[in-house]
């Protein structure tokens, strides 16, 4: 069997391994790009891009359905989920598009099949029409993560499903909805199926939902659920999934101890992803994983020479825009070529993190967050000031009816220096990225109050916030 050389080759085309095979590609590397299904990853085709495009939906409907509000008049308001389908996946087809475009620009050899990774960076694909052999001077392992199943007695019944299963489904005629899990996925999806008029149970084993960010936006979103029709139970442990007949099956549950017992027409788990490498290394493989994820030394080198991971493969924070991010200073580093980011070596010096990476949720309000939240730096021995601007008294906010959220900034408090920004309305996630960028620069908050914010915005708030912080000083 020939055997065809590379400078790179990359396994996976998701966020992580398309944007490394055209940046390398860009720079003079010969690269293959192989993957086993369509560009994009799960990012683009079962995950970040169908869940936002069906979010975008049911805002449309919901806010057609309160147009009354603004004096308009909207008779027999509905909505058609095949159509909303088409929708989707016409999105999910211009950003493939996109991508591959991207590619062919860039002359990067793109390859359909199953890789197997083998000593020496020898890959082996299999493809419809056969086997090819191909070895790398540099091979990045980027295959991405899969959904986490727990161990629960019924979790295999046909009506449980995960969240590339749901937002695939033909349609919607499910009145009771129990998702299991309270992360980003979790209120994602409990927001776009109570939109439609489903009866929702969102069932967390944390004290509070969106554990990992700041307590004010745990409590201001499980208020908003609720003010949705959700219903949202923390300190649940689930303990079986049952089949009672005629398509309903029964969650039994504890919270605070108490046993519950929820009907539900389908079952939603959502508790996170994690790194499946089972089928990409082959036996002589020297790449050694530790609880599925390989072990990374130094720049995302594992312990294969030459071979790399990025992405969901091996981040704690599984983010399309971390697994680019990651991809573009490898890509610079194999090429020999200045680094336009700044990346931070952990006091291990085993892990390579971003220092500033934007969290969003796309509910309504949206949540974005970057940087420390005052817990995170209290616990780091940081003395800190904040502000806080809440939109009930914002400009915008009361002309588009959307007085929920708010904006906190965290400041380094000897320096004034902005360390951490959380906010919750419309436009947070736009809105996050000039605090990502004050974060990354080291502004100060007599800094960002040099800058001019227009009115009527929903980003007065955040020099609102930072008025609120000096005053604090």
């Not at 993560?145 to 009506?159: F, R, T, Y």
């Not at 199926?193 to 745990?218: C, H, W, Y």
């Not at 530790?290 to 991971?309: D, H, S």
């Not at 007599?446 to 609102?464: C, G, K």
Request: aromatic share 6%.
């Amino acid at each position: 069997m020939e055997e065809r050389q590379y400078d790179l080759i990359i396994i996976g085309a998701g966020p992580a391994g398309y944007t490394a095979a055209y940046r390398a590609a860009s720079f003079g590397l010969r690269t293959a790009l192989i993957e086993k299904d369509e560009l994009g990853g799960a990012c683009v085709n079962t995950g970040c891009i169908p869940a936002k495009a069906l979010l975008q939906a049911t805002a449309v409907y919901r806010d057609m359905r309160r147009a009354s509000r603004f004096g308009i008049t909207a008779r027999e308001v509905d909505f058609d989920w095949a159509k909303m389908q088409d929708y989707k996946e016409e999105a999910v087809g211009q950003f493939r598009a996109q991508i591959r475009q991207l590619l062919d620009q860039n002359e990067v050899e793109q390859i359909r099949g199953e890789a197997r990774l083998h000593a020496g960076n020898r890959v082996e694909v299999t493809t419809r029409e056969g086997t090819l052999s191909l070895r790398g001077t540099h091979v990045i392992l980027a295959t991405g993560a899969e959904p986490v199943i727990p161990d629960i007695p019924g979790i295999d019944l046909p009506q449980v499903m995960t969240s590339y299963d749901i937002l695939r489904i033909d349609d919607w005629k499910f009145d009771c909805l129990v998702i299991i899990g309270g992360g980003v996925i979790g209120v994602e999806l409990a927001t776009i199926f109570a939109a439609l008029g489903s009866k929702v149970t969102l069932l967390e084993q944390n004290g509070r939902i969106l554990a990992p960010m700041d307590p004010i936006i745990s409590e201001q979103m499980e208020e908003n659920l609720r003010d949705k029709g959700i219903e949202v139970c923390c300190n649940a442990e689930i303990m079986e999934i049952k089949n009672r007949g005629r398509d309903t099956v029964f969650v039994n549950f504890r919270e605070d101890g108490v046993w519950r017992e929820k009907a539900a027409d389908r079952v939603l788990v959502a508790v996170g992803r994690r790194p499946d490498m089972s089928r990409v290394l082959a036996e002589d493989c020297e790449v050694k994983l530790e609880q599925g994820r390989p072990v990374i030394r130094g720049t995302y080198k594992t312990t294969q020479e030459n071979v790399y991971a990025i992405g969901d493969t091996v981040a704690r924070m599984r983010l399309a825009h971390v697994a680019a991010s990651q991809a573009v200073y490898l890509a610079e580093h194999l090429a020999g070529r200045v680094h336009r980011m700044q990346l931070t070596v952990v006091p291990s010096g085993m892990y390579v993190v971003l220092p500033v990476v934007p969290s969003c949720i796309y509910t309504d309000p949206e949540i974005a967050s970057v940087g420390f939240t005052e817990e995170d730096a209290r616990n780091s021995s940081m003395k800190v000031k904040c502000g806080s601007a809440y939109m009930a008294e914002n400009g915008k906010a009361i002309l588009t009816q959307k007085r929920r959220g708010f904006v906190r900034l965290i400041f380094e408090a000897y320096t004034n220096t902005l360390i951490g920004a959380q906010i919750m309305c419309p436009r947070a996630t736009d809105m996050i990225g000039e605090m990502a960028t004050a974060i990354a620069n080291g502004l100060t908050a007599y800094q960002l109050s040099t800058a001019m914010r227009a009115h009527p915005t929903y980003s007065e708030a955040i020099t609102y916030a930072i008025e609120d912080a000096l005053r604090n000083g």
